[in-house]
């Protein structure tokens, strides 16, 4: 059976996100200066993180710059993490998860 190193799980994991988002990946996983995130889509620009651990901390600097670069391209900021058993969560500021519940509650009461 074939291990699959960190770099590959990574990489199998930004085509997962960018699959389940309905993005598009980065060249070089935001490699280049002018193309941040791993992923991005009309309204969200996506960085995937991937961990053995039951844990995964959220730095100030992992944070601030992934918002300074969404906000660079008008885009909302959503951290995608995987944790050691599987389970998957994303996370955003409070203030855009309050935008992004305001305008799904408004679009619900107009339909």
Same mark, same amino acid.
């Given at each position: 059976?074939? !291990?699959?190193? #960190?770099?590959?799980?990574? &990489?199998?994991?930004?085509? %997962? *996100?960018? &699959? *389940? /988002? %309905?993005?598009? +990946?980065?060249?070089? $996983? ?7 995130? @791993?992923?991005?889509?009309?309204? /969200?620009?996506?960085?995937? %993180?991937?961990?053995?651990?039951? =844990?995964? =901390? ?7 710059? +992934?918002? $300074?670069?969404?906000?660079?391209? #008008?885009?909302?900021?959503?951290? $995608? ?9 994303? !996370?955003? =500021?409070?203030? *855009? /998860?309050?935008?992004? %519940? @305001?305008?799904?509650?408004?679009? +619900?009461?107009? =339909?």
């Amino acid at each position: 059976m074939r !291990v699959i190193n #960190r770099l590959e799980k990574a &990489k199998l994991k930004e085509k %997962k *996100d960018g &699959k *389940d /988002f %309905k993005a598009t +990946l980065q060249p070089r $996983s935001g490699g280049f200066y002018n193309m941040p995130g @791993d992923a991005k889509s009309e309204y /969200f620009l996506f960085d995937s %993180k991937d961990t053995k651990h039951k =844990s995964y =901390s959220i730095t100030e600097g992992v944070w601030e710059k +992934l918002y $300074s670069e969404a906000l660079h391209q #008008r885009r909302l900021p959503v951290l $995608s993490i995987q944790l050691g058993n599987g389970t998957e969560v994303v !996370v955003l =500021s409070k203030a *855009d /998860f309050i935008y992004i %519940k @305001d305008c799904f509650e408004k679009y +619900l009461l107009i =339909s």
